[in-house]
């Protein structure tokens, strides 16, 4: 059981812990909103983590080998879905930074709420299929080198998500930190600029 524990603790920490776009997206987010919408958004990454690791346990092998044929179509889905964001965040700014009594939307009116950004992180998180891969391919080998118990891959699906939320709530509390430092009109549009930057380099990424 502690063997399943520490497995799923790595695991989770692993594929949470490398900075890419939805890292950058979570610190910019909150940086321009609030902790709580920053919060939300980090357990809903923690969340799609949960589900790709539980789908692992349970199936993971054959999941894994229908999702591979799939898997570049669905990257550049996901990386469409953060060039979008990117432009919408980095847009609105600019507007709000010029008129900001005017009637132009806020930044971030898209994921405002924690609700919002608990579900759209949710969603563009999933939408990475090689999560569910490295999954995989660690279930299998604990499965085929000391065995993995019912009890055990449940402990393994909990350990995931218990490490990715920790990471993710350190990263939003980074954000909740920029968020204060950077509290003017031209602090608010240059953090919004810069996440908008990184997170196009970051998309991408994905499919380069």
Do not use: C, K
Not at 88 to 105: E, I, K, L, N, Q
């Amino acid at each position: 059981m502690s063997g399943a524990l520490v497995a799923g603790l790595l695991a989770g920490y692993g594929v949470a812990v490398p900075v890419g776009a939805i890292a950058i997206l979570i610190i910019g987010l909150t940086a321009r909103t609030s902790l709580r919408v920053g919060v939300g958004a980090a357990l809903g990454v923690a969340t799609a983590d949960g589900i790709y690791a539980l789908v692992a346990v349970l199936g993971g092998a054959a999941l894994a080998g229908l999702i591979h044929p799939i898997a570049a179509p669905l990257r550049w889905v996901a990386a469409v879905v953060l060039v979008a964001l990117a432009a919408r965040t980095a847009v609105a700014a600019v507007r709000h930074h010029r008129d900001p009594a005017g009637a132009s939307p806020r930044p971030d009116a898209a994921l405002g709420t924690p609700a919002r950004a608990y579900f759209g992180l949710l969603g563009l998180t999933l939408l990475n299929p090689m999560t569910i891969v490295y999954f995989s391919a660690l279930v299998l080998g604990r499965q085929a080198s000391d065995g993995l118990t019912l009890a055990g891959e449940a402990v393994f699906v909990a350990a995931v998500f218990a490490a990715s939320a920790s990471w993710q709530l350190v990263i939003a509390g980074s954000g909740g930190l920029l968020g204060r430092l950077f509290t003017g009109r031209r602090g608010r549009l240059v953090t919004a600029l810069a996440s908008s930057v990184f997170i196009v380099v970051l998309a991408a990424n994905l499919v380069v």
